[in-house]
């Protein structure tokens, strides 16, 4: 009787009746390769659907995106302003108002920020700190990397300061500050009303410009801002600019709940 079985030291052709060919290791190896090359083209196809995924070298990036939509939203605005000028223009020819009812809504457009303001300002301008910079002061450790760049509550410190100080108006970069006007950053990118700044960072208010020094030096907020600048380098500059006109606010305003003041 023949052994079904292969016996120790036999090598089996494995062409026998009822048994699959064995794959040898190589053979396996070179068609999962071929299988995965054709799989990543299939992909690659699928994904281009025919057009130039590579943009000249490089896939568009995230940053290039946001800076598209931010000149998009400047150019909105613009356009809004001066189609929301026509209007006016239109409605004061003849909107039935009494002159005493077109000044109060004149002061009320002022206070809103909507309208443009000029006076004497006061400008501040923030910046981050050279990126090889070191501790200038013995007994302050090395910096962190968050230590050398404009936070959002550096921003929001110096906002508040000028507010509190009796501004009548403030713009940062160039826009107008109304009172749903939200300064945010991500990283340390400053996003205003739906556009993107990088620093330095400039804020300019009209107002009395001793006024507006001492509510800069009395900010808590701004004397630990101060620590940094004298440590690491942060910038911060001051300056009084004179007579300024700031621009109108443009943009929409979405309110969800609002009542007149008493």
Known sequence: MSNSADSPGTQSTGSGP?????????????????????????????????????QDGSLLKLSDLIQQRSRKNKDLDESNAALR?????????????????????SGL???????????????VTLNDAPPNATAKLPGYP????????????????????????????????????????AVRCVGNTLILQG???SPPYKITAIGDPDKLQQALAASKAIQTYMVYVNVYGLGWKVTDDGTVTLPGYSGTVDLHYAKPVQ
């Open 18 to 54: 009822g048994r699959r060919p064995r794959l040898r290791p190589v053979r396996m190896l070179t068609a999962a390769v071929f299988a995965l090359a054709g799989l990543i083209f299939f992909t690659s196809f699928n994904t281009a659907k025919g057009t130039d995924i590579r």
């Open 85 to 105: 000028g026509n209007l006016e223009s239109l409605a004061e020819s003849d909107d039935g108002s009494s002159k005493a009812q077109d000044r109060r809504l």
């Open 109 to 123: 457009e002022k206070s809103a920020g909507t309208q443009k303001l000029t006076g004497h300002a006061l400008s």
């Open 142 to 181: 090395e910096p962190q990397p968050d230590y050398l760049v404009i936070h959002q509550q550096d921003l929001q410190a110096v906002v508040n300061a000028l507010w509190q100080g009796g501004a009548q108006g403030i713009k940062v970069m160039d826009q107008r500050l109304i009172s749903t006007s």
């Open 195 to 197: 556009r993107v700044y």
